[in-house]
C-alpha cells in the first residue's frame, strides 16, 4: 500500500516516518526542516495550499494519509487563532473532503485537549467541551471529518514524550535540556495526564492505521500522573538534578491560557481493541530512555 503522512517534521509525524513499515510505501510531506530519514520520498508542501494539497494526493495517490501536521502549542494557538484555524481545521477539513471523494483512509491526530479536565478518565463517549483555542480547533476539525461519510480514524492522543527526531515540541525534551544547563523548571503540579511515549504511540497508529478500525479512539499511556512526578521519574532514570524541577500551578504559571487540570483517558477500548500494549511509566521511560 501507498501511505502518506503529513507533518513528517514534527514530533510524532517524525517518528511515524521512522517506524514505517517496510513492506509499504511510505510519503511524507513537511513544510519546514526536511527530515533525513528516505528524502526521496518526503516532500515539502505548503497544505494550505489546496491545489498544492490536491497535486500531492493525486500524484501519490496514497490508500492511507496520517494527518499529524497541525500547530500543535496551545499557546501559539491562543495569540494566533486565525492562522491556527487554517491549519487545524480549515486544512483538515479539506483533506476529509478529499479522502472521501477518492476513497482514501484517513486517520487523524487529535488532542485530549477537546475536554474540560472537570471528571477526568475521559471516554470515546464523553461529550467534548474544550477550554482553550487549539482544543476548538480539534473539535472543528473532527466535526468536519465526521460530517464526511468516509473511511476515517480519530485518534485523540494525551501528552506524549519522548526525544523528537526532526523537530516539533517534546516536553519531556524541554525538562532535560532545561535541567542539563543548570536552570530550573516550573511544572504544573495540578495538571493530570495519561503520558504515552511517542515510539508506543507510532506502534499503535500504525496498527490502527493498517486496520479496519473506524470511529473515535483514545490513547494514552497507562498510568495517569502529574506533570511534577513524571519529571521526577524522567530526571531519577537519567540521574538530573531533581533540585531543579519546581512546582506551580497552571493557572499561576500561564493566566491567560485556560488548561484542563485532569484530561486523564480511559483506555479499555484501545486496550481492548489494540494488539499493542500500552506502556505504564516505567516501561515507557524505558523504551525513550535507555541507560
Known sequence: MRILITGVSGFIGGHLLAAS???????????ENKPSHDPARVLRVDLRDSVSLLAIVDGIK???IIHCAAHAKVSFCESSPGVAWEMNSRVTADLAALCEEQEIRL????????FDGIKGQ???????????FYGWTKLGAERRIRDCDGN?????????YGAPLNGGYSFSAEVIDAV???????????QFRSFISVKNLSQCIWELAL?????IIHLGGAEATNRVAFAHKLAERLRLDESLLLATTAEAAAPQIPYPKNN?????LAQKLLKTPLLDLEEGLALEYPV
Open 180 to 190: 542539563k544547563a543548570g536552570k530550573p523548571y516550573h511544572l504544573y503540579a495540578d
Open 62 to 64: 496514497p490508500d492511507i
Open 107 to 114: 486517520v487523524f491526530m487529535s488532542s485530549d485537549m477537546l
Open 264 to 268: 486523564t483517558f480511559d483506555l479499555h
Open 122 to 132: 475521559f471516554s470515546e463517549a464523553d461529550p467534548p467541551n474544550p477550554l482553550n
Open 152 to 160: 476515517s480514524v480519530i485518534v485523540r492522543v494525551n501528552l506524549t
Open 21 to 31: 513499515p517496510e513492506q509499504h510505501e511510505v510519503w511524507g510531506t513537511y513544510l
Open 211 to 215: 486496520s479496519d478500525f473506524t470511529g
